[in-house]
């Protein structure tokens, strides 16, 4: 089995990372000259730089299935570990943008999270969602592409299995 087979790796985000990155840099360095003509174009500009930066990371982040856990890194360095004891809950579903695009995604629970089980067409339901978007940011769950057996096989062999498989329904 190949390393690249258990990763949540897309060569596209890594672009739009770079692309973030770099109209960040722009944005300070623009900032800086219109310092003194302005304050408040470079102050505007700064906090557009610092928006490109939060967003560059997020495009950055990826997950990586081993035998010890759950990989997570930021540019390819590895700033958390989340074994398999501390995954409460792994389930297959499908991305959230209809069925024409629909991408099969593998969401893990943390132990300190709440699951939550997408209705009848996929999308987990509003009054729910915005707990599920609060306990996304703060880690508690979190998902990566889902690129096929290698994956199944690893889930299975480190936590048993999947428990919610709404992709092969």
């Given at each position: 089995m190949r390393k690249d087979d258990l990763a949540s790796c897309r060569p596209g985000r890594t672009v739009w990372a770079i692309v973030c990155f770099f109209f960040a840099v722009c944005n300070v360095l623009v900032s800086?000259?219109?310092?003194?003509?302005?304050?408040?174009?470079?102050?505007?500009?700064?906090?557009l730089a610092i928006l490109d930066i939060v967003v560059a990371v997020q495009?950055?982040?990826?997950?990586?299935?081993?035998?010890?856990?759950?990989?997570h890194?930021?540019?390819g360095v590895c700033y958390r570990v989340t074994p398999w004891r501390e995954i409460q809950d792994v389930m297959l579903v499908r991305q959230q943008f209809g069925a024409g695009r629909a991408r099969p995604k593998l969401v893990f629970t943390r132990i300190d999270g709440t699951v939550y089980r997408p209705?009848?067409?996929?999308?987990?339901?509003?009054d729910p969602y915005r707990a599920f978007c609060q306990e996304r940011m703060a880690g508690k769950n979190f998902q990566m592409d889902y690129t096929g057996d290698a994956q199944r096989a690893?889930?299975?062999?480190?936590?048993?299995?999947i428990d919610y498989d709404g992709w092969t329904k």
């Open positions: 800086c000259r219109y310092w003194h003509s302005s304050a408040l174009n470079a102050f505007a500009l700064c906090c495009f950055a982040k990826q997950y990586h299935l081993t035998d010890d856990g759950i990989r890194t930021v540019f209705a009848e067409d996929g999308r987990i339901p509003d690893c889930i299975v062999k480190n936590h048993g299995g």
